[in-house]
T-cell receptor, first 114, second 111 residues
Framework: SQQGEEDPQALSIQEGENATMNCSYK?????LQWYRQNSGRGLVHLIL?????REKHSGRLRVTLDTSKKSSSLLITASRAADTASYFC??????????????FGTGTLLAVQP | DARVTQTPRHKVTEMGQEVTMRCQPI?????VFWYRQTMMQGLELLAY????????DSGMPKDRFSAEMPDATLATLKIQPSEPRDSAVYFC?????????FGPGTRLTVL
């Protein structure tokens, strides 16, 4: 069963607007990661936030993590048409020693209209 | 520019045939993962290896799927016999410290 659930399932915005996606999970985590997937392609890692961090920035991306609510959000500011993709959160937990096992959520399909 | 490579990129086969998918992880990465992606189930972890040793393959149907790492540069996922419900995109990913780097996937269609 999947760990994370993204909300909304689909989001359509205009270029220049901000896009916010949310992720909820169920069990304790070591870290939470966000990935992007363009249609027909593999996933690309965007950002990793550790369980003891609350907020992290990378370029136009801002990720927050609330471990008490078991939730995270991804904010993309000043969106561009090229940001159109599916976005997945993935929760990481230690397993078998140091190996970081990821469980992926259901994804948010973001469409940025030019 | 180090990348995970997968072959073949597309595979169409008939039910009952054996399918072998190959993955070359990024040199130096010590973990390799196999995922399956379908519209209905999303991304599912099938198996993963650390330092070439299988750590967890609980996501795989054991009777027909097998995953191996014969050496550090090659991971294989085999389905024998294949069934139409195995139709999906299969991704390989490798990693070292937490983030995973995905290959382009093998799109498998079983008729």
């Amino acid at each position: 069963s999947q760990q994370g659930e993204e909300d909304p399932q689909a989001l359509s915005i205009q270029e220049g607007e901000n896009a916010t996606m949310n992720c909820s999970y169920k069990t304790s985590i070591n870290n939470l990661q966000w990935y992007r997937q363009n249609s027909g392609r593999g996933l690309v890692h965007l950002i990793l936030i550790r369980s003891n961090e609350r907020e992290k920035h990378s370029g136009r991306l801002r990720v927050t993590l609330d471990t008490s609510k078991k939730s995270s959000s991804l904010l993309i500011t000043a969106s561009r048409a090229a940001d159109t993709a599916s976005y997945f959160c993935a929760t990481g937990a230690r397993y078998g020693g140091a190996t970081n096992k990821l469980i992926f959520g259901t994804g948010t399909l973001l469409a940025v209209q030019p | 520019d180090a990348r995970v490579t997968q072959t073949p990129r597309h595979k169409v086969t008939e039910m009952g045939q054996e399918v072998t998918m190959r993955c070359q992880p990024i040199l130096g990465h010590n973990t390799v993962f196999w995922y399956r992606q379908t519209m209905m189930q999303g991304l599912e972890l099938l198996a993963y290896f650390r330092n070439r040793a299988p750590l967890d393959d609980s996501g795989m149907p054991k009777d027909r799927f097998s995953a191996e790492m014969p050496d550090a540069t090659l991971a294989t996922l085999k389905i024998q016999p294949s069934e139409p419900r195995d139709s999906a995109v299969y991704f390989c990913a490798s990693g070292l410290f937490g983030e995973q780097f995905f290959g382009p996937g093998t799109r498998l269609t079983v008729l």
